[in-house]
């Protein structure tokens, strides 16, 4: 089974909306990590946002907010007033425990493109 | 700070040959991890490791060997390049507190002919 799934493969939003980028996970860790990059065409991968599972509020950065539905397995992405330098791929990943490894599995990336 | 620091930038090699991806942070973090990129997909995990002297496999380790002297370097190695191995590779490291973040290199595009 995927670890980690981003079912949309391209997305557009106009300038100044809101964007919502989705993420689903599967693990049977009670302690994992979830994580948001950032990838323009230039092609460095920018970290945006890191939410723990046992975090009791959603983790926010800036115009980044990780909407994290634990009982659903998901960590979708909100991108507020979106502005056209956000247009990239954006890659969902998950840390599983430090204890059993620390493994990291990455999504196949949402392609976001900012309409101006 | 220099962050994470990875060279070549480019290289290509002919199938057989071997060669070592060089990676280097100066953040003091114990973890790093070396990753590929084939085109149009996430990254997937070669290798990683918890400190100097500690490795381990990820979901990809096959055709790879790493070692870990320092904290501070983390190469990769190929060994018997094959076409397959065509990627774009990234180093990062990892910083556990006060909150996990991963810091990645600027990547080295690799093409075996």
């Known amino acids: 089974a995927q670890k980690i799934t981003q079912t949309q493969p391209g997305m557009f939003v106009q300038e100044k909306e809101a964007v919502t980028l989705d993420c689903t996970y599967d693990?049977?860790?009670?302690?994992?990590?979830l994580f948001w990059y950032k990838q323009p065409s230039s092609g460095e991968m920018i970290f945006l946002i890191y939410?723990?599972?046992?975090?009791?509020q959603n983790a926010t950065e800036g115009r980044y907010s990780l909407n994290f539905q634990k009982a659903r397995k998901s960590a979708n992405l909100v991108i507020s007033a979106s502005q056209l330098g956000d247009s990239a791929m954006y890659f969902c990943?998950?840390?599983?425990?430090?204890?059993?490894?620390?493994?990291?599995?990455f999504g196949t990336g949402t392609s976001l493109t900012v309409i101006p | 700070n220099a962050g994470v620091t990875q060279t070549p930038k480019f290289r290509i090699l002919k199938i057989g040959q071997s060669m070592t991806l060089q990676c280097t942070q100066d953040?003091?973090?114990?973890?790093m991890y070396w990753y590929r990129q084939d085109p149009g997909m996430g990254l997937k995990l070669i290798y990683y490791?918890?400190?100097?002297?500690?490795?381990d496999k990820g979901e990809v380790p096959n055709g790879y060997n790493v070692s870990r002297s320092t904290t501070e370097d983390f190469p990769l190695r190929l060994e018997l390049a094959a076409p397959s191995q065509t990627s774009v590779y990234f180093c990062?490291?990892?910083?556990?507190?006060?909150?996990?973040?991963?810091?990645f290199g600027p990547g080295t595009r690799l093409l075996v002919l």
């Open positions: 990943a998950m840390r599983e425990p430090l204890y059993t490894g620390n493994q990291f599995y």
């Open positions: 693990t049977s860790d009670p302690s994992y990590g």
């Open positions: 939410q723990g599972s046992y975090d009791q």
């Open positions: 953040m003091n973090h114990n973890y």
């Open positions: 490791s918890v400190g100097a002297g500690i490795t």
């Open positions: 990062a490291s990892h910083r556990q507190s006060p909150q996990e973040t991963q810091y």
